[in-house]
């Protein structure tokens, strides 16, 4: 019996296939797209999320650019994606980000699993952290990067996804269940 997380999630996983035909992302355009994949406790994700989209809101991106899956439950949409990127269900949280300009080039980046956005991302422990956690870089360089210009990922810490594409994750994901 499915879930009420699996029919949201699904009916967003369609909403987000349906824009992403209907308004191609342009290069010239918003400089990221971002879909993050949570998990119901990881509520500092869920912070992280809330964040870019603060920021992607403020530029004008589209719902194309940023989607969120699993903050109600991990739902077959969120175990679905997970398989087409090649990633286990042991890195959620995590968020997969492209720049629009190639969106072939996604980097995985991983995300605290607690309530706290300092938690896994602080080798130091209490909130010592000397360095930038991936997401929190990664954000910095969205919002200082002007529309029309690529996004540059190089030396961000996070896993390098061959053979995925974020314009067609979701229509691969939508036919995996399709046909399942």
């Keep these: 019996m499915p879930h009420h997380y699996d029919e949201h999630d699904h009916g967003k996983l369609v909403r987000w296939q349906t824009d992403l035909q209907a308004t191609p992302i342009d290069p010239e355009g918003f ?4 879909l993050f994949l949570v998990k119901p406790q990881a509520t500092g994700a869920h912070e992280i999320f809330r964040r870019y989209r603060t920021e992607f809101e403020k530029r004008d991106a589209s719902f194309a650019h ?19 990127a090649g990633l286990p269900e042991d890195d959620l949280p995590v968020l997969m980000l492209a720049p629009s300009v190639d ?4 980097t995985a980046v991983r995300l605290p699993s607690g309530e706290s956005i300092e938690g896994a991302d602080d080798p130091n422990g209490g909130g010592t952290c000397d360095y930038l956690a991936a997401w ?13 210009r690529p996004l540059r ?10 053979g995925v594409d974020l314009r067609e994750l979701a229509g691969a994901a ?7």
């Design 153 to 162: 990922l190089m030396g961000v810490q996070g896993q390098k996804l061959e």
């Design 31 to 34: 400089p990221a797209m971002a």
């Design 174 to 180: 939508l036919q995996a269940a399709a046909a399942a």
């Design 136 to 148: 929190q870089d990664v954000l910095d360089r969205i919002s200082i990067t002007k529309s029309g």
């Design 103 to 106: 969106p072939c080039a996604v």
């Design 66 to 84: 940023l989607v969120v899956f699993g903050m109600h439950g991990i739902s077959a949409t969120v175990r679905g994606l997970l398989n087409q």
